[in-house]
């Protein structure tokens, strides 16, 4: 019947569009004004489609907005496969085009960040509460099995800070033996299901869930993240043996006190602060002049270098400065059965895996979009999941933890001029050296260093220009920020992730239960309307209130907008009452942003439309869309509003039911 | 700072806002065109608010948006203390101006209900698992409370068969002995915390959350909820001894047809049937003439009567026919010692009432604003909710179950011309006398009789119309619907009602991440721009591509909508190549829909912005409202992309960086 209803429609606009002079001429001095012409436009309804190919488009656009099987039409079966293979190891496509030139770049910028990784690896390892050398084995396996399969070119990837934290936090309330074997396996399982967290989404195509987490949110909790690594080095950089386990600033603030007279160490602080400062100048000298960026990179290395040399030398470690002491050597040992798939600890695994999978995806897609932006090329949010997943899930397997793109090597990677993901093949292969020949070097290591470079490392999460704009912006927004930062920095990290998230979907609930109204009014000279508010020089006309719904109308926001509908007109007769203006006998509501109307909406506007009858006002449309016109048709209510009632312009409503002489 | 760039820009908006001819002008022929016009009006900046101000106007938008207070300014202490006794007792405001000719019409429509509510009461309570007494309590005190705060004029107050189903279920799978003391202890301890819950959320102002349950998913789960009601009567209506506990269509078909021997009475079977088609017919003629209404009001009464006095003289409660039997006379005694405020069945009542406060509250507002708008009144939501939860926490205190607004019963209580809540009190008060002095009558009164009530009351809420305009105006809200029917019915009550929230959601979820986009061209012969789609007279201009974004821009569509721009450009541009048309070089960006920007917007638009640099492409922004334009200040995006590119609507962009001749 709908379509019955949208056929009819459709002869009246063809019949009724014609070229003739129209009324929204305008400008052409003292004119007589015709209110009854005949407009060139009458509303259009869309052809209607028939109901498959409408929900398969709603569900093309939701789940394959990117149209992932576009270039497999019409194509022959082994092309197909040949496509499919490349879709899922896009090296294959990029890989036919490389050259020695582009290889110059990647080599250079895979040695720059394996001398910027080595050290990270280690020092971020102890922030899962991990050996160091899973740090190693992490950044050579997962860089291999994302080159081959990730769309971004200049991702590093690697263990990263803040998911090292995350997963070290809640791993350790899980099994609070770090030092157990139980833990190590707990770690593999989570690092599993990260991945498999991960792939589903990717496979699933539910990657736009990872948006639901904002910004605001993120910046703040990553700069609350930040502050709390910072606060753990303490323990290193000060030498202190008893350290709390908690990572709330309160503890570890009490802790740092309780143990300044007997617990802190001279000789590691010396070398703490001195390499800390060294790591620091570099990293101030590098953001100066961007052309320096590789002395704040190698400066990592160079720390631990010369920090090692210096305790082996004068065997600082016998006066109290923390080594490593020892480095497992050799390449990853095969961890498949490891990783808990029974008993108790596979449903905190699952847990854990989850929420590090998504934080670890959120970073990735973050960082991979912006480089993505910076060189114009596409990132397929999807496959990255997949890539991200499989990453994981392979890494999970040979003795890694949950690796992700990490935003400082990749800043330093893109600035060291790499062209496609081989760096990270070069950088992997520099890692594999490093534990096959280097891993003795690191004994003397201090742990104060380690503790400097994390410290420098950061440092740049703290994001405070961010925040300023995030103030200056949307209070909102710095709102959710702050929610998270403090929420990590004074109870936990998953507290903080959690305020994240809540204030997020907060936001999300509010807009769509609040959505803005507006009054128009019409620029002197011209026809066209606009916010009152925002053009204080827009004239309201006499007789008539123009509304604007800024949203579409659904079941959530429905009774609201029909109540500040009807709080406008009572507002607005009042005030002409006073002002001894004409009363209201036309409302007319402007439609342009309602792109969608649910069965609540329709409701909401029969009720409207009787209320407003009571009151002998006269509801008008304006311009409504082709969603929400064909929704119209399909509900009667454009026989109960009246079609005469419906326009494509407000200009066009006010002319035919507006006081003489406005155009 | 931000002060600064938007007094700037104020500063700007008035220097520019003249009156001199504008390039808008159109329709005059050949008149040569020029291009570099100064435009009449310049997007105008709001007047910026102090931060407090702009903080306050947005809260009270979300949880004041009804002014509540606003009658309370500028009056004196005495006054303000009987404005707000007026506010929390509305019956001290309209009972001032009650008289006789109101009293007659509420003593009337008062009789009619408590005629059709003595039976359901009975009825009803069965349906919770409580002893049939309970219901009539229920009726007596919760009209009482509610008439002398509530403000409905229409509603009619007491048990109602949905909500006596969703408490049976889910108290018996707490307590599964239901003839035990503690399951009526539990019930009353529900009602409690129902009622609880309906005041907390009508003091804080959160009464928006229960929008967030949609209309279709009412549909479908009333309907489900109906059929499910329905069948459990068939143990009454067919005198079933075995019957299941479980409520699920196939598990009580199962019981019907494994009794269909030696379980079922016909003496029951025939008084059921010939009572429930009495019924049936006498709401068919009430459907036929609105006026005859009464016929099917008074019908159950005379139904329990006649069979009643039947049963009586027969003796066929002998015979396997079985009655109510006992009916404890008197008033609702006290239960305030009876509900557990502590103890292992607290938590279990808490969320009972909570799920159960939040159902009974969704039926009550979406029947009291129906009503409204028929009667053209104001609904307070909020103080609907304080005067539910009140009514409710005095009825637990009384022996009541949670009450609630009855659709029926309302509907019958303004077709018999009710004109304020008195005819409410008029009902409790037949209730009361029943109480006291008729309870004995119905001893006698067949258990089928009931049954067959209950079927023929909830028909009704079948409501097969609405789900067809569901499908024919949503299909999405169709879906919602079936999956909240298929859930009630063929798992539980509480399932439906989970996927009733779940899609709910669900669909919020998709409508915030996935907002349309248009391509616009310019309607012929006008400077009108508008959907291609919807309009194919529509066209677009040569060099440019004009898209609409549907949506305000948030962290959760951002992304999306970036991307999807590129797609468009993309896709436009391979198109217009094939038909050798010239290239894309501006892109215009109508943004009128687009009421709000977060920082992730504004990230997304920088990003757009550099990739179409990339491409050569001019980014223009059209139209973009206050306080987006207020943020793009802010952010200086503004002078990223050129203040000269942001112009009041497209036709002006077009005009200025269109090819020549477009106007």
Known sequence: MSQRVSDDAMAEVIAETRSDSSSRRHGGGDDAVVTDLPYMHRVGTPPKQPLFQEIKHSLMETFFADKPFHKFKDQSGSRK??????????????GRDYNLKKFRGDFVSGLTIASLCIPQDLAYAKLAYLDPWYGLYSSFVAPLVYAFMGTSRDIAIGPVAVVSLLL??????????TKSHDYVRLAFTATFFAGVTQLALGVCRLGFLIDFLSHAAIVGFMAGAAITI???QLKGLLGIKNFTTKTDIVSVLHSVWSNVHHGWNWETILIGLSFLIFLLITKYIAKRNKKLFWVSAISPMIS????TFFVYITRADKRGVSIVKHIKSGVNPSSANEIFFSGKYLGAGVRVGIVSGMVALTEAVAIGRTFAAMKDYSLDGNKEMVAMGTMNIVGSLTSCYVTTGSFSRSAVNFMAGCQTAVSNIVMSIVVLLTLLVLTPLFK?????????IIIAAVVNLVNIEAMVLLWKIDKFDFVACMGAFFGVIFKSVEIGLLIAVAISFAKILLQVTRPRTAVLGKLPGTTVYRN??????????????????????YFSNSNYIKERILRWLIEEESQRTESELPGIQNLIVEMSPVTDIDTSGIHAFEELYKTLQKREVQLILANPGPVVIEK?????LTDLIGEDKIFLTVADAVATFGPKGVK
Do not use: C
Request: proline letters at 6%; glycine letters at 2%.
């Open 532 to 553: 009152i508010q925002q053009y204080p020089k827009a004239a309201q006309i006499p007789g008539m209130l123009i509304i604007r719904i800024d949203s579409a109308i």
């Open 168 to 177: 070290g936090s809640l791993l350790s309330s899980e099994i609070s033996d």
């Open 304 to 307: 631990v270098v010369v920090s």
């Open 632 to 636: 119209l048709h399909a509900s009667k």
């Open 230 to 232: 910072a606060m753990q």
């Open 444 to 452: 003397y290591t201090p742990n104060a260093v380690l503790a400097s």
């Open 81 to 94: 496969f040949v496509l499919a293979l490349q879709s899922l190891f896009p090296i294959l496509e990029w």
